[in-house]
């Protein structure tokens, strides 16, 4: 144990108290307490994730002793107590319900356990800048069986795997590790030298040689786009792989991720299936924001308050540039081909062009407003609301053509982003203040982009995709939705036939076909179709969400129909006038017309790092 270590004043000892009624036990020994009386918080949001959560919520019961005897602990607030004045040391201890699966929270069952620290550790107030050490317990467990534990926070004692101490830096640094524990599948690999790991559970039989392989491939090619070395001494991915789930969330030196256990590849599958490029492009998205998030970082997050809102505008930045690299790193990188990245392209455009939210919120409102909208959607966000991932990333592209046609060539966005690293990359930057990156991409590039700028951040104007893509070389083709199932990306078979279009999504709710999202100045929409409304019958025909397609594909186009749906226990009759479907599913293609110089800038583009 190093010296800095021995002289910790701080120490968690975390226990997983109870599989089944998913509790665990911290106790946080404080060697020296504040002599007016010890504050003690628990953060209400943690960073990555722009939502207030309460963390504190999930306390079930909180005391502190001294010398073995009670000391009063006062609640000030949701999150925070006042323990009494002490003499000696202070022992805090807390019972936390751990039933959220989610990335951002602490689960606890008989299978496994994870928690981020923003759960578990209290923060101890004017002692953030000590170092800790955490001591991480095994749970009770049946005879022969074992589980092992991960996280990147580094190690005091234990092999790899073992439960035992660990220890953090301050507190900023003891959050920034989550812990993933029980029968862990574990594979090393090293990209650009540094060592890397991932950490499963859920999932053992996956091919853990192609999963080695190809995870090694892309994050060589992160740590060469931005120069070696890696900024991190290692890196460990922990992965939960389960029936149905998505999720991610970036650390300094780890990423937590969900997947479904069917998207990683099996032994003998000899291709990049939907589901398989869906998990390597989370991956992807959450490994690039070690650089993008984690270390360039929006001023406004630097020393941020978790127990209140960080507003920024920046947001698109930091998400939206990263969703961009998370797919087009899978091109470069070699795990897609060409078509598969096309095919990615073309389903994110659909899925722009279909949110009408994008006429009502600009970018940089998106990015400002997560707290109240992104992370809180409601039945009507698609209509009101744009997403600051999406519409980013399409930014993000279009920013890329457009700096790589103007500068002929001599310039991309990889150059900005490699100028934004040795600018904004270190240890103690003071982060990206609002205009930092405009003005250092300008810098860069030698160009006027404010009006670039304006538009595509200030303006509810869709960035000008089809006339930068055609100078690449690549066609963007619209057409209507041929199905509930088509989310774009590949051309359609029904191209000429009009097809019809109500404008409300369905979903059955314990044996209900409920309506939850009526499309802005869709057909229901204009009919009086509300969100929430029960659909009975269509047409004169029972209707559920297993027949439903099939129904409106049989209404003529322009044509009247009837509906009847129940709300609030009363059967109303409606009638709507079907319309046809809207030309907003793009799929591309490359120009086979293309000319020599459109192809060097699609190759160029597509292909390097220049």
Known sequence: MNSSVSQTTVVYHVRPRSLGAHLYEVTCHIEHPDPEGQVLRLPAWIPGSYLIRDYARHIVRID??????????????????????????????????????????????????FFNGVCLFLQVSGQEQDSYVVHIDPPELPPDTVWQLATSLPRLTGAAGEFGAFHATGYADLIDHPVLMGRLTVIDFEAAGTPHALAMIGREDADLSRLQMDLARLCTWQIDFFGQPAPMRSYLFLLRAVAEGYGGLEHRASSALICRRDDLPWQGADDTDAGYRRFLGLASHEYFHAWLVKRIRPAEFVGADLSREAYTRQLWIFEGITSYYDEIALLRAGLITQEQYLELLGRSLTKLYRTSGRRHQTLEDASFDAWIKFYRPDENSPNTTVSYYLKGSLVALALDLEIRLRSDGTCSLDAVMRALWREFGGEDSRGLTEGDFERLAEQVCGLDLKAFFHQNLRTTVDPPLGILLAQFGVLLHMRGQESESDAGGVSGRRQGKPLPWLGMKLKNMNGRTRVTQVVDGGPAQLAGISAGDELVALNGHPASTDNFEALVNRLPVDGKCSCYIFRDQQLMSITLRAMPAPRDTCYLSLDPQADADAIVRRDSWLGSNA
């Open 64 to 113: 502190a002793t001294s010398d073995g005897e009670r000391v009063g602990l006062r609640k000030l607030d949701k999150h925070s107590w006042h323990a009494a004045p002490v003499a000696g040391a202070l022992l805090v201890t807390a019972v936390i319900y751990a039933a959220d699966s989610s990335v951002r929270g602490a689960w606890l069952d008989g299978n496994s356990g």
